[in-house]
Each structure stands twice: as C-alpha cells, then as structure tokens.
C-alpha cells in the first residue's frame, strides 16, 4: 500500500517533469536507480513503470517498499522525499 507522502511525491513528480528529470541525474536518483535495477537488469522496474503509466502503482511500490526495508534505502527515499517537497 503506498503511504500519503509516497503518493504526493509521485504525483509532484508527474506533475513536474522538470523536477523528474533533476531527480534522476542526482547521486540519490543514480542511486536509487541502481538499487531498483540490481536484481533483473530493471526488466522489473520497467514492467512496473509500464503499470504506473496505466494507473496501477502497486508494483513501483512494492520495489519502493523493499528498498526501504534496508537502512540506507530508507535514508535515501528519505532524502528524495525531501528533495521532492522543497
């Protein structure tokens, strides 16, 4: 289940691809990109974009969710909610 700040921060970003795009080309987007595609080669991240893209975000929250299952990946989802809401 997507918590309320994961949902705002998706939908900020939606909104503002600008931001998106900075994001990624931060060392946390980098880095958040390379934990999301380390298991599969991101075959499951783009499958999970693929359902995003079609209203479903529960597969980009369960990858979301498992990073945060580990200590610097929460810290690191932390730190690009914050990033997001500035």
């Known amino acids: ?3 309320e700040k994961s949902a705002q921060m998706a939908e900020q970003l939606r909104k503002n691809p600008a931001m ?3 994001l990624m080309q931060s060392r ?3 880095t958040l990109m390379r934990m999301l595609t ?3 080669g991101g075959a499951g991240l783009r499958k999970a974009v693929q359902s995003a893209a079609k209203g479903d975000a529960g597969a980009v929250t369960q990858m979301v ?3 945060m299952q ?3 990946g929460a810290a690191l989802v932390e730190r690009i909610n914050k990033a ?3």
Request: glycine share 4%; aromatic share 0%.
């Open 84 to 86: 997001v809401q500035k």
């Open 20 to 22: 998106l795009k900075s």
């Open 38 to 40: 380390q298991e599969d």
């Open 65 to 67: 969710n498992q990073i």
């Open 28 to 30: 946390d987007g980098q």
């Open 70 to 72: 580990s200590p610097e």
């Open 1 to 3: 289940m997507m918590d």
